[in-house]
């Protein structure tokens, strides 16, 4: 059974930092694609930042030199270290694996990150 366990969300005052964990049991994330998703209060859920098998990393323009995903191997766990937080960037963070064989992504119980101004 896959399992996804977020950690790390709260509130913090713009400018300010958080780290985000996420740790897999189930599922390799190293052999499979890794990414973060958010989902703003009233919107849908968008992608933030992914990962794949070799490390490669990406982001969404809006996060970009702000956030960075890794991923600690012995540990399968990603992370998202995010800086310079801003009030848009509040919302419910959620990690996700999308295995290569192409199953359906699984995803983490969602962890809440919230901004002040």
């Known amino acids: 059974q896959v399992r996804l366990v977020e950690s790390g969300g709260g509130l913090v005052q713009a400018g300010g930092s958080l780290r985000l964990s996420c740790r897999a049991s189930?599922?390799?994330?190293?052999?499979?694609?890794g990414a973060w998703y958010r989902q703003a209060p009233g919107k849908q859920r968008d992608v933030v930042a992914t990962?794949?098998?070799?490390?490669?990393?990406n982001y969404v323009d809006s996060v970009r030199d702000r956030f960075t995903i890794s991923r600690d191997n012995a540990r399968n766990t990603v992370f998202l270290q995010m800086n310079s937080l801003q009030p848009e960037d509040t919302g419910v963070y959620y990690c996700?694996?999308?295995?290569?064989?192409?199953?359906?992504?699984?995803w983490g119980q969602g962890t809440q990150v919230t901004v002040s101004s």
């Open positions: 990962i794949t098998r070799p490390g490669t990393t």
């Open positions: 189930g599922i390799i994330f190293s052999s499979n694609f």
């Open positions: 996700a694996v999308l295995p290569i064989n192409g199953r359906d992504a699984y």
